[in-house]
């Protein structure tokens, strides 16, 4: 299959943790990206590979995966991580080098 | 600094043709993946394709195979997205952003470019 499902809409108390989550068949094979995205910017890695983040992200983020779920974790979130997030990965299935998640919108209340 | 520029804002008229760009700054462009995504407003990411400027192999989603085509020119670390025929559905923020082939993310994201089509 060629699809990641993110679950549309979290919400999460300020300062609590708050897991996000991204299924798919190709998240077998393959390790999820996982992109931050606030209204009226353009999207920004958060996270990659197995548990990775790019310099600048706060520790706050971090990822897994277990069979054919990948995981966004934010512990202790923050009114700034309120913002649209999406997953992507590889297709198993090598018809499309590229696949994305439909996103989770991420409020904190 | 690693950076993607694009292209400013377009206005068009559904059957005209368009031609936005990417421009790569600050690190070897003909190493690295460059791909298309759209936006639709108030929607989600949708990758578009992908194009390796260095021999110029490109990748399409089946959803825009044959609705758009992606070239890039390395000698002036640039890559495109066109269109031949507008259609208003077509409107849309496109964003360009390098891809790391060792695990697939996209690491840098240019600033994105909205088309508008109306007639």
């Known amino acids: 299959s060629s699809e990641l499902t993110q679950d549309p809409a979290v919400s999460v108390a300020l300062g609590q943790t708050v897991r996000i989550t991204c299924q798919g068949d190709?998240?077998?094979?393959?390790?999820a990206s996982w992109y931050q995205q606030k209204p009226g910017q353009a999207p920004v890695l958060v996270i990659y590979?197995?548990?990775n983040r790019p310099s600048g992200i706060p520790d706050r983020f971090s990822g897994s995966s277990s069979g054919n779920t990948a995981s966004l974790t934010i512990t202790g979130a923050q009114a700034e991580d309120e913002a649209d997030y999406y997953c992507t990965s590889r297709d198993s299935s090598g018809n499309h080098p590229v696949i994305f998640g439909g996103g989770t919108k991420l409020t904190v209340l | 600094e690693v950076q993607l520029v694009q292209s400013g804002a377009e206005v068009k008229k559904p059957g005209e043709s368009l031609k936005i760009s990417c421009k790569g700054s600050?690190?070897?462009?003909?190493?690295?993946?460059i791909g298309w995504v759209r936006q639709m407003p108030g929607k989600g990411l949708e990758w578009m394709g992908i194009?390796?400027?260095?021999?110029?192999?490109?990748r399409y989603s089946p959803s825009f195979q044959g609705q758009v085509t992606i070239s890039a020119d390395k000698s002036i670390s640039t890559a495109y997205l066109q269109w031949s025929s507008l259609k208003a559905s077509d409107t849309a923020m496109y964003y360009c952003?390098?891809?790391?082939?060792?695990?697939?993310?996209?690491?840098?994201w240019g600033q994105g470019t909205m088309v508008t089509v109306s007639s």
């Open positions: 190709s998240l077998r094979s393959y390790y």
């Open positions: 600050g690190y070897s462009f003909t190493s690295y993946w």
């Open positions: 952003a390098r891809r790391i082939a060792a695990d697939g993310r996209f690491d840098m």
């Open positions: 590979g197995k548990n």
């Open positions: 194009i390796y400027p260095g021999d110029s192999d490109t």
